[in-house]
């Protein structure tokens, strides 16, 4: 608790002059606050082992972040848009975006060093408030209410990230003043008068509204679709009905009601169909008797040629290795594909095996609940400890 004051002229500068000359920063450096504490405060060996530290930390988060992201998109996205996509397509199709979210990430750090006051932890605690809620609130509903459904999971989702972006938007369209200062702040009173910490609990309650209502509103999934999808079938064995086959048939069950309907009137014109095919059958044998003749003949010719290339040994074909271009093999070696499982991986598309239950081993449940019990009452004791 000493550590700012004894560090006034850096991490506790009051004068927006200073804090721009020591950390860029007009409103404060508290974002400098733990480097600062560990460079000045540990010996050389603590320094170097906080510093690996904390780039593990960062390393771990990134990449967890970026392989989710990759994830979600070449699974649950281009599979979509390719239907037919190998293993070696979709395996290319997500590197390939973890590269564009790098590049995004980049692009993004100057509008975080421009947001109001440079506080990297409000501003990671704001984005959060307001981005995260819709999908925990979605996640709870679907685990725990089996009558949520797709409709009600995508625009109870949507509309509560609408709400979350348009927040966001005007949370930093505004430029606030220091406090040197003293002006008025800028901001709306809905903004300014409005926590982001209570927005987030006011978003998770109105995306949980609107995916209700609208899962009311409309019709509830079979409950063969739902085996070891929610908390009350996790423990199913029952072979889950794949969503989509059920949606299919859904469809095609309105279709033959379609059908039903309009057969009558298909009926009505047997008579003069039939009549029709009475008039025209004699040419069409004469018509069929010519197609018969020609694909006898080209079925001959084939046959001659294919008994030709077996009877002559010399005529083989010879397949050499194919050799790629430069840029295909710089791609292949940025993807980390091997000529030998290209093949393989490009012959096949991707299985999705369907897992029939999901009981664990009763000793290691056991050893797992203890731990987890364990962790929690270290953490209570630690949160009362030093709080």
């Not at 000045?40 to 082992?49: E, I, K, Q, T």
């Not at 609130?137 to 685990?143: S, T």
């Not at 859904?250 to 009601?257: H, L």
């Not at 069409?284 to 008994?307: F, P, R």
Request: charged content about 20%.
């Amino acid at each position: 608790m000493m550590f700012p004051f004894s560090s006034s002229d850096t991490v506790g500068c009051a004068d927006p002059d200073v804090c721009m000359s020591v950390c860029g920063s007009e409103s404060g450096c508290s974002n400098i606050a733990y480097p600062t504490l560990v460079i000045n405060l540990m010996p050389a060996g603590a320094r170097g082992m906080m510093l690996a530290v904390m780039m593990a930390a960062l390393m771990s988060s990134l990449t967890s972040i970026f392989n989710s992201s990759s994830t979600i998109f070449a699974m649950d996205i281009w599979t979509r848009i390719r239907k037919q996509a190998s293993e070696l397509e979709i395996m290319i199709v997500g590197r390939l975006f973890v590269l564009v979210l790098v590049v995004v990430s980049i692009v993004w750090i100057p509008v975080i060093q421009a947001s109001q006051g440079s506080e990297l932890f409000v501003y990671i605690q704001q984005v959060s408030s307001f981005m995260q809620p819709p999908i925990c609130c979605i996640f709870i509903l679907g685990l725990f209410w089996e009558r949520l459904n797709e409709a009600g999971a995508f625009f109870g989702l949507v509309i509560g990230m609408l709400i979350g972006l348009v927040r966001f938007i005007v949370e930093y369209s505004y430029t606030l003043p220091n406090c040197v200062e003293n002006l008025p702040d800028p901001r709306p009173s809905i903004v300014k008068d409005f926590h982001y910490l209570y927005f987030s609990s006011f978003l998770f309650v109105a995306t949980g509204l609107v995916a209700i209502g609208i899962s009311l509103m409309t019709k509830p999934i079979d409950r063969r679709c739902l085996q070891r999808l929610t908390w009350w079938t996790r423990h199913s064995e029952e072979p889950r009905l794949d969503i989509d086959d059920w949606l299919a048939s859904q469809s095609t069950g309105s279709d033959d009601n379609t059908s039903d309907a309009a057969s009558t009137e298909k009926e009505k014109g047997v008579e003069m169909e039939n009549l029709a095919k009475s008039n025209g059958k004699a040419e069409e044998a004469g018509l069929s008797e010519k197609i018969a003749n020609k694909k006898a003949e080209s079925e001959q010719g084939d046959a001659l040629v294919t008994a030709n290339s077996n009877e002559d040994p010399e005529v083989q074909i010879e397949e050499g290795p194919v050799r790629v271009a430069l840029p295909r093999r710089m791609v292949y070696w940025c993807c980390g594909i091997e000529e030998d499982n290209k093949t393989a991986l490009a012959s096949h598309t991707v299985q999705r095996n369907e897992m029939l239950s999901i009981k664990e081993d009763p000793v290691w449940s056991k050893v797992t609940n203890c731990f987890a019990i364990l962790s929690m009452a270290a953490t209570v004791f630690l949160f009362v400890f030093f709080g």
